[in-house]
């Protein structure tokens, strides 16, 4: 008998989740298709992954929801009133102090002609 090597599960595991692929990937399917071993272990993995799937999620705690809500509800604030700042500082300054601005935005990775004072501004 030949000593054959065989792929851990977690490779079985990514193979079957469609993440190897081009050659590593062939060679995994070759494997599972001449191996029973590999073969009954690839399909109790998909077993496990269809119970998973037909699962139901379980529901967020109420705290934890409020919690999250209000963190977005923050986040968009504070997009917001930079947005509206930015807006402000562009708007009442000369063409030269639009230039530094830009400059500085450039610099710092903000993009200034993607901005607009409407919009927040992404971080």
Do not use: K, W
């Amino acid at each position: 008998m030949s000593r054959q090597r065989h792929p851990d599960t977690d490779t079985l595991a990514s193979y079957r989740a469609g993440l190897a692929g081009g050659f590593r990937g062939r060679r995994l399917a070759a494997h599972v298709a001449r191996c029973p071993r590999c073969a009954s272990v690839s399909d109790q993995l998909g077993e496990v992954s269809s119970a998973l799937a037909a699962m139901p999620a379980p529901a967020l705690p109420e705290a934890f929801q409020h919690q999250i809500l209000a963190a977005i509800a923050a986040e968009a604030a504070t997009r917001a009133a930079a947005a509206n700042s930015a807006g402000l500082r562009l708007a009442g300054a000369s063409r030269g102090d639009a230039a530094d601005a830009a400059a500085r935005d450039t610099a710092t990775g903000v993009r200034a002609h993607h901005r607009s004072p409407r919009a927040p501004v992404p971080r």
